[in-house]
């Protein structure tokens, strides 16, 4: 089936060429979304290290999303570059970083490729314009630069070449949006697009120090992660630098700081890698890593990855908005349709999908979160009620009073789960109710009878139920009157009669 250029919901399959760091990090990438995927590489080695990081890849964002991850798409490891791009419907080149090389596969993808199909380069510094001059058809090439690791790592630099359409990119764009991925337009064809001129210039300087005898890799490495490292990953250099200038702001600091870029304490010119100094940094890289292999080395990046981006989700801020706005893409295509009331039922009130944030270290939805769940229910019951936000500025509202929450199964990260809520009694003041969550499997997996009190809120005293409110809890009373009662209902905490110490 053919792509328009303004509809991704037609990609299904995508084609890899170079399965190495980044073709292998794409492919768990795209078969995590739900993506088909076929894999050209002529390593003979490249079955099992795209299983490798697909494993990973796995691990790690079942960590981040759960149950809210699509089905996994195939991986496929084609038998020669045309098996891997013949028909599919986007392709992503990962060749080594060499221009002559990149544009001879470049033609050879073309001549298999459909004419229409979107060609996505990952190369991090080459300039999409001189790629794409081999090109019958230099439109629809791209770059799409991103960050290792590729299944993480949600930065994806899109940067056209003079030829490239803007539907390239917003296709490009597009899809790797749908992928979980942030998107950043390279405005400006540029060598080393932005992000790569700012790591090389930290690079340089790196491989400076170490040739100048004056730090090693683990001490370089120390200074960042203890320090800017630990801030960049929520705001980069601007909106620190800006908040290091105190009251006075960004022109305080640069009138500061500013003059000592002259002296200047940077080289930012590239340093001989001579063997003596290669020998240097990868001895002294060795001695760090402490003999600890490459996947389990990757496991570790992924999990602190994984609760960086996990922390940020809940301050919805940087690349936590991007997981969140993600995550929730994901649910809303899970998403439970919302349930009609039936006066011979208990109120369908909340369906939601257990957030990371709510996961304990047994990988279960932990005990707060439960109440929390429970205490957004009532809150949903209260606007049913017409007792919502406005009752409450109003100076009316209910306080809960009184909680007994049994726990009766496990919910897990991503799990669709269900509140009902069943009115046990009401009277001009009291209003008492039974909630009842489902897991996935439709079983109980947990229950809250609560009992709330309606107050005066200025007075802090309780007062009775406003009359259209009090109409509304009367009438839900009276239709649930005749529902079977929990069992549970008025049950205490107690140990069974047989174990209670004479
Ligand atoms: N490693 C990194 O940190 C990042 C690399 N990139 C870019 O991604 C691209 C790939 O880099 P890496 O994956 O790191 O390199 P790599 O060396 O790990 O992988 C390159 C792969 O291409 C394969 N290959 C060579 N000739 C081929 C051909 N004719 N057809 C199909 N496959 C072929 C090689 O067998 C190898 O597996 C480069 O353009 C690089 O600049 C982008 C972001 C980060
Ligand atoms: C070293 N590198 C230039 C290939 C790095 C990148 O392009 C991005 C990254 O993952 O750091």
């Not at 050879?108 to 081999?134: F, K, M, N, Y």
């Not at 003079?162 to 899809?175: C, H, M, P, R, V």
């Not at 990757?298 to 994984?306: G, I, S, T």
Request: with cysteine.
């Amino acid at each position: 089936m053919g792509v328009t250029m303004t509809d991704i919901s037609a990609i299904r399959t995508i084609g890899l060429v170079g399965g190495g760091v980044i073709g292998a990090g794409w492919a768990a990438r795209f078969a995590l979304a739900g993506y088909d995927v076929k894999i050209f590489d002529p390593d003979p080695e490249i079955g099992r290290k795209v299983e490798e990081v697909l494993a990973n890849a796995r691990r790690a964002q079942q960590r981040m999303l759960g149950a809210l991850l699509p089905v996994e798409g195939t991986v496929t490891v084609a038998a020669s570059l045309a098996e891997a791009v013949a028909g599919v419907d986007f392709i992503q080149e990962s060749l080594p970083e060499v221009e002559e090389l990149k544009q001879r596969v470049l033609k050879e993808i073309e001549a298999a490729a459909r004419p229409d199909v979107v060609i996505g380069s990952s190369t991090s510094g080459l300039l999409p314009s001189r790629l794409q001059s081999v090109l019958v058809h230099p439109e629809r090439f791209v770059v799409g630069h991103p960050f290792n690791p590729v299944y993480l790592l949600p930065l994806v630099e899109v940067c056209g070449g003079e030829q490239t359409t803007q539907a390239t990119k917003d296709i490009a764009a597009a899809l790797y949006t749908e992928c979980g991925m942030q998107v950043l337009h390279v405005r400006v064809e540029i060598d080393g697009f932005i992000a790569d001129r700012l790591l090389e210039a930290l690079w340089r300087e790196a491989l400076w120090l170490v040739n100048d005898g004056v730090a090693t890799t683990a001490e370089i490495d120390d200074a960042i992660r203890y320090g800017a490292g630990l801030r960049w990953s929520f705001m980069g250099t601007f909106l620190v630098y800006r908040l290091a200038g105190g009251e006075a702001g960004m022109r305080h600091f640069l009138s500061q700081f500013g003059p000592a870029l002259k002296l200047p304490w940077t080289k930012l010119v590239a340093c001989e890698l001579t063997d003596e100094l290669t020998d240097r940094i990868a001895a002294q890289s060795d001695d760090q890593a402490g003999g600890i292999d490459l996947r389990t080395y990757e496991r570790k990046r992924d999990d602190c990855l994984v609760d960086v981006m996990t922390s940020l989700k809940g301050n919805d801020f940087a690349s936590g908005a991007t997981l969140k706005a993600h995550a929730e893409r994901l649910a809303a295509k899970k998403s439970v349709a919302s349930e009609p009331e039936r006066a011979d039922a208990p109120l369908p009130l909340l369906s939601t999908f257990v957030d990371t944030a709510w996961i304990d270290y047994n990988g279960h939805m932990t005990e707060w979160a439960y109440l929390k769940l429970f205490g957004d229910t009532t809150d949903v019951l209260l606007a049913r009620i017409g007792a919502g936000l406005d009752y409450v500025a109003a100076g009316h509202s209910f306080y809960t009073v009184e909680t007994h929450l049994r726990h009766l199964g496990q919910a897990r990260l991503g799990e669709a789960v269900r509140v009902t809520t069943q009115i046990l009694g009401a009277d001009a003041k009291r209003l008492h109710v039974f909630h009842s969550m489902t897991g996935a499997d439709g079983s109980v997996i947990a229950t809250a009878e609560q009992m709330l009190v309606h107050v005066d809120a200025a007075a802090e005293r309780s007062a009775p139920m406003l009359p259209a409110v009090a109409a509304e809890v009367e009438a839900l009373a009276r239709a649930h009157a005749d529902l079977p009662r929990p069992d549970a209902v008025g049950r205490s905490i107690a140990l069974p009669a047989a174990k209670v110490p004479a």
